[in-house]
């Protein structure tokens, strides 16, 4: 099936996480996700305040990171940093999980902090990602996970952060996909880097892909929606 550039666009949630980032990097990042008309920006907490006020008026959603990059904050850190986010004008938000906790099998601790933060979120018409950071897990830890996620009432689960020991692969987008419900989405995150593997992560069941080469995958689809080749993956 063939697709446009928008299709794409608006799989795209365009990232501004690195720690070296100034204000003017987060003012390009913004003039690009309005370009394209992404899903969302998704930049760092202190950056909050800025991008609400440059996307105010636009659809591009207002996205920032909770726990990031470890998760390991107390639970009343990771909620009250959630709570300040949604104040600023957060439209979406982005946590990672307390990785050791799932791990040790302290699931009802996991549970409790996405229900917490999901909670406030949902009151504020906002959704939350749970970003699971996959490259720590066993397929049975992430299928435990996703599990936990959906039951706290999560709205995505997330493949990972971009700063673990390795990032997004296909084979877990279809472990996560099968894993949750359809009223739950996935997205993609950690080395996406090109045009191909946003259409392969479209194809195992993403939809949403955590991306900064948002400009190069964007070339890339406008030149191939040109051509007549810009089409689905095979799953």
Do not use: W
């Amino acid at each position: 099936m063939s697709l446009t550039p928008m299709d794409i666009a608006r799989m795209l949630d365009h990232s501004t996480l690195q720690p070296y980032l100034t204000p003017d990097d987060i003012r390009h990042g913004a003039q690009v996700a309005l370009k394209y008309n992404t899903a969302s920006m998704c930049a760092r907490p202190c950056d909050v305040p800025l991008m609400a006020s440059l996307l105010k008026g636009s659809q591009v959603k207002v996205c920032t990171v909770i726990g990031f990059p470890h998760g390991d904050s107390e639970t009343a850190i990771k909620v009250a940093e959630a709570r300040l986010a949604l104040e600023e004008g957060c439209e979406e938000l982005d946590m990672v999980i307390n990785i050791g906790r799932l791990i040790a099998g302290d699931e009802a601790y996991v549970k409790n902090e996405i229900e917490q933060i999901t909670a406030l979120a949902h009151k504020a018409n906002a959704i939350v990602k749970v970003i699971l950071e996959t490259c720590y897990l066993t397929d049975e830890q992430k299928v435990r996970a996703c599990v936990l996620s959906e039951e706290a009432g999560a709205d995505f689960v997330k493949t990972s952060t971009g700063y673990g020991s390795k990032g997004c692969t296909i084979e877990d987008l279809k472990l996560m996909r099968r894993s949750v419900s359809d009223r739950v989405r996935v997205k993609g995150s950690g080395g996406i880097r090109d045009l191909d593997t946003v259409l392969a992560a479209r194809a195992a069941g993403a939809s949403r892909c955590g991306v900064s080469a948002t400009e190069k995958i964007m070339a890339e689809a406008e030149e191939r929606a040109k051509a007549g080749t810009l089409c689905e993956a095979e799953a």
